[in-house]
């Protein structure tokens, strides 16, 4: 077999050994922790600060904007961010601009809310604490005694209460949401007369307090598509409301503009982004440990490393083969 | 129970989609389709339940709200898409949503994303205590985004040195562009094959946290 032979080979080799690689490099990781760092950037920085400064007096919109197909991106951050709202007792709105992106809300709240997760919060549907609500009890601190001095008792693990329509607020899906997120700079609740549970909005605390978009004090808009820019179009460029970015890896680049023209306050990009938050989250003793995204960067990185090898094969094979000198390959390339 | 099933199904259904990286099979087809089929469905259901119930029929029902039939009937105007005959009426309710849609949408969306762009771009190359590394960032985004706009100039020839160049240069800032674009895609692929192996390996197979 001469050497010309050896290189074309290499440069025609059936793709489903690449794949089998990627699958080898992904799986192994999750068995051998290389521990590989991550470092924190100043777009995602610039988030987790902003938030950390916000307590119970605000309040803020996580709006899942992504389907299915990059849960494993976009959930992470909406699931970081939701966290550290919930430690600072900051209430959170929920909200999402497709159907199947409705779905998306209530896995991340299935999520957070589940004891069988590292550091879940333990929630108390809306309808369990109606006799408090009607005994004008519903300060946070106020609540939580309240609620401990009838009987109930926080669960091993959990790392609070979360009272809905106190803490949260599930609103869910709204069609024409650009047009519902205009409507919100006036009134929440005509937007969302019920929440995704059927409850009556006007009766939760947090809508009596912030009744609208303007009373609200950042949006983080976990995108997986364009919606992400209604965002800054209807409610930054129109209210000045606060921007936050969570988008797909994919996406990242073409949003930077935004970032740079101080649109958004900042970005999270794709599962980098999330294990960054992550990273800030556990470090500053907000999170017991890092999640789901952080324990996959360190397959990414062996996922890379092995594409960048890959890379350097192919070059190295195309021009030690001569065939930058040549019109074809066997293969028709 | 109905958790359990729920993910041994996501499980073989992601092994399914999976099987066409070896090649084209029956087995994928079917997990595509149903992929395609159930997303439908579910969004339908989901507006159904969250959306035309809560918002029209239980309202209309309780005998108050009777303006909402306005919106109702002009929905309902959509489907005559289907009934040729009187198809025109369908023209209503889409030139109703495009105009609406342009009026709130198009004084907002120029501020957005042309003016404060625009905007954005306007850095100073230079002022007193300003670090290097600024300089230098500034003086990059100005001229690379002028040598791209020279490269999407078609009136003129890409000649001499300031079309010739800018143009040249131009590429150049693009192809950097595709390249960041490239590293980032692949990095998002790998999240989303990393996203399903933690799925089958953790909440399927619990053999990892």
């Known amino acids: 077999m001469s050497a010309v032979n050896i290189w074309e080979k ?64 976009n959930m992470p951050m909406a699931v970081a961010v939701m966290r550290h709202a919930f430690h600072n007792n900051v209430p959170v709105f929920m909200t999402a601009n497709w159907p199947l992106h409705h779905g998306m809300m209530l896995a991340a709240m299935e999520y957070v809310f589940n004891p069988s997760t590292v550091g879940f919060y333990q929630e108390v549907p809306f309808d369990d604490w109606r006799e408090l609500r009607e005994a004008d009890v519903t300060a946070k601190g106020e609540l939580v005694e309240a609620w401990e001095n009838q009987g109930n008792q926080l669960s091993e693990g959990a790392l609070g209460w979360v009272f809905e329509g106190r803490d949260y607020a599930a609103m869910g899906y709204a069609p024409v949401f650009n047009l519902v997120i205009l409507g919100m700079t006036v009134s929440i609740e005509t937007q969302y007369p019920v929440d995704a549970h059927g409850n009556s909005t006007g009766e939760m ?25 209604w965002w800054v179009t209807y409610a930054r460029e129109k209210i000045g409301l606060p921007i936050a970015f969570g988008l797909t890896a994919v996406m990242a680049t073409d949003y930077y503009p935004y970032l740079q023209a ?31 995204a952080f324990t996959g960067m360190d397959v990414q990185s062996a996922a890379h490393i092995f594409i960048i090898l890959l890379i350097i094969m192919g070059n190295l094979a195309f021009f030690a083969g001569g065939f930058h000198k040549k019109t074809l390959l066997k293969g028709g390339r | 129970m109905y958790e359990t099933i729920g993910i041994w199904v996501g499980a073989l259904f992601t092994l399914a989609i999976y099987s066409f990286l070896y090649k084209e099979n029956p087995i994928y087809r079917l997990a595509e389709h149903l992929v395609v089929g159930i997303s439908a469905g579910y969004g339908m259901a989901i507006t159904y339940q969250i959306t035309v119930k809560p918002r029209l029929i ?46 709130v949408g198009f ?13 954005g771009a306007m850095v100073p190359l230079y002022q007193s205590g300003m670090p290097w590394y600024e300089v230098l960032g500034n003086s990059v985004m100005i001229l690379g985004t002028l040598a791209a706009l020279i490269y999407f100039f078609f009136s003129k020839p890409h000649k001499g040195l300031f079309f010739g160049t800018g143009s040249k240069i131009g590429i150049w800032v693009i192809m950097l562009g595709f390249g960041a674009t490239f590293g980032f895609t692949v990095m998002g692929r790998i999240s989303l094959l990393i996203g399903r192996i933690q799925y089958l390996l953790g909440d399927w197979l619990h053999v990892i946290d």
């Not at chain 1, 605390?205 to 820019?229: N, W």
């Not at chain 2, 289907?82 to 009426?89: A, D, E, T, V």
């Open chain 1, 10 to 73: 290499m440069l025609n080799i059936d793709r489903r050994w690449i794949f089998l690689g990627i699958a080898v490099v992904s799986i192994v990781p999750f068995f051998i922790n290389f521990g590989m760092p991550v470092v924190t950037t100043t777009e995602v920085e610039d988030i987790f600060y902003y938030m950390d400064d916000l307590g119970p007096d605000n309040a803020i919109f996580v709006s899942f904007d992504f389907a299915p197909g990059t849960q494993a991106e």
């Open chain 1, 205 to 229: 605390p947090m809508l009596q307090e912030h009744k609208s978009l303007r009373e609200v004090d950042m949006a983080l808009t976990s995108s997986g598509s364009g919606a992400c820019v």
């Open chain 1, 262 to 292: 101080g649109q958004v306050i900042g970005q999270m990009g794709g599962l980098r982004g999330a294990a960054e938050y992550e990273v800030l989250l556990a470090e500053n003793g907000i999170t017991p440990s890092t999640d789901k």
């Open chain 2, 58 to 103: 239980d309202p209309l029902l309780s005998g108050d709200h009777w303006i909402l039939l306005i919106p109702g009937i002009l929905g309902l105007l959509y489907i005559t898409r289907f009934i040729p005959r009187i198809s025109w009426l369908s023209r209503y309710p889409i030139g109703f949503y495009m105009g609406t849609a342009m009026g």
């Open chain 2, 107 to 119: 004084p907002l969306t120029m501020k957005a994303n042309v003016l404060r762009q625009v905007e």
